[in-house]
DNA sequence: TAGATTGTTAATCGATTAACAATC
DNA sequence: TAGATTGTTAATCGATTAACAATC
């Protein structure tokens, strides 16, 4: 529908949305890109462009309703719909995840938990059954799972990922430190957090050499 | 020292990071920006315009020297030296993290680990105790910290935050769905989880739009 | 109506890609 | 030397910011 909007687009949009959700908890019914603006420490102009990207939700001389905007933004980012998720991987991390509850207000319901650790077998997490990764081929025949969390080792994530393609999946939320080899009918987001520690300390290091510590 | 620095550069640098050290346990030798550049599917381009920000680690006619540029990246990520870090938030997620053995690799070494919970005092995770954050302040006197991971949850983050900073903290890697309010000599790398998810499903959604379902 | 603020076009800025001379 | 490939400048492309007419 809408033409190559490019992915800081989307991020930006989704911390809208999380600004948008807190406005509303503090009954602020309208708002101004301006006011926005001075909030999220971004350019009211960057906030009109954004949001006409998809249409045009604000009212000249009032500006936005802050109610509706979030209404609105939630669906664009898909969040009026169930997702049903699965989670390959019940270590800390996948734990970490499938008991966090603020994915259920976006839609996002955890139907599913997968391992191949033996021990784990049966043992449950909020509720759901860690199972064994070869029973995910009937699983995905009986039940439909839109987004796959994969967070077990790289080694085992590229050929976990090969078989939940070849089953259907068609977005995986990749937390392993791999880039996955995807057909590009297949959606796939990564989280790559040594990447983001690595960015940190650059930053770190670059601020010491620019700021010449002494003392 | 380098100007302005862009953060996609950054990234990227801990992507040829990653690749670069695969290519390394793989024996390769040397590898030319053209060769990179199909693997990882970026222009070569790209690669050696990233590159130059930081100075010439190639060499005409013949490419780049594979450990060489691992090490010269390794160093400008700041991966030559130790960071001493702490863990503020010892729940699934922070355990995760605690016991991800890749960042030590980059010199990243947890010393410390702390929680609000006093059920949780005394608890070991990977041979440190879990601590009480009213003994913060103290640890930091005594101990030379650089990073602090902040995985509690956001209505204790902000204040978590202050307090870290208080001390002397320079650099935060935040977990929490917040975006902390800090001093401009604070470094703060946030990994906004829900943010990459609402990402996922705006492009799953949007696909489905543009490719239309049927059967 | 007058004031405010959007939607949208135009101007600027930055990042990516292309091209090629330098050089190993 | 001839071939390959970098380092680097120039051209293109895209994203951000500024400006302002439309309009509530």
Redesign the pocket.
């Known amino acids: 529908m809408e033409k190559?909007?490019?992915?800081?687009?989307i991020r930006?949009l989704s911390r809208y949305y999380r600004y948008l959700g807190e406005l509303t908890e503090k009954k602020v019914e309208r708002?101004?890109?301006?006011?926005?603006s001075r909030i999220m420490h971004?350019?009211?102009?960057?906030?009109?462009?954004?949001?006409?990207n998809f249409?045009?939700?604000?009212?000249?001389?009032?500006?936005?309703n802050v109610k509706y905007l979030y209404s609105e933004i939630g669906k664009i980012l898909g969040l009026d719909f169930q997702h049903p998720m699965i989670l390959l991987g019940a270590g800390n991390l996948g734990t970490a995840l499938a008991n966090s509850p603020d994915f259920e207000k976006g839609g996002f319901r955890l139907v599913g938990i997968f391992d191949i650790n033996p021990e784990l077998e049966g043992i449950c997490i909020r509720g759901l059954p860690i199972r064994m990764i070869s029973e995910l081929k009937d699983f995905l025949s009986s039940q439909k799972v839109e987004i796959a969390i994969l967070t077990l080792p790289k080694e085992q994530a590229a050929q976990t990922a090969d078989l939940l393609i070849d089953n259907g999946i068609k977005a995986i939320w990749n937390f392993a430190h791999i880039d996955l080899d995807t057909p590009e009918d297949v959606i796939v987001e990564n989280v790559h957090l040594s990447e983001s520690l690595m960015t940190l300390s650059y930053n770190l290091t670059e601020y010491r050499k620019t700021h010449d510590k002494k003392s």
Chains 1, 2 share one sequence.
Do not use: K, M, P
């Not at 708002?31 to 926005?36: H, K, P, R």
């Not at 971004?42 to 006409?52: C, E, P």
């Open positions: 190559g909007i490019s992915g800081a687009v930006r708002i101004s890109s301006g006011e926005l971004v350019t009211a102009s960057q906030i009109r462009q954004d949001l006409n249409g045009g939700f604000g009212q000249q001389g009032y500006g936005y």
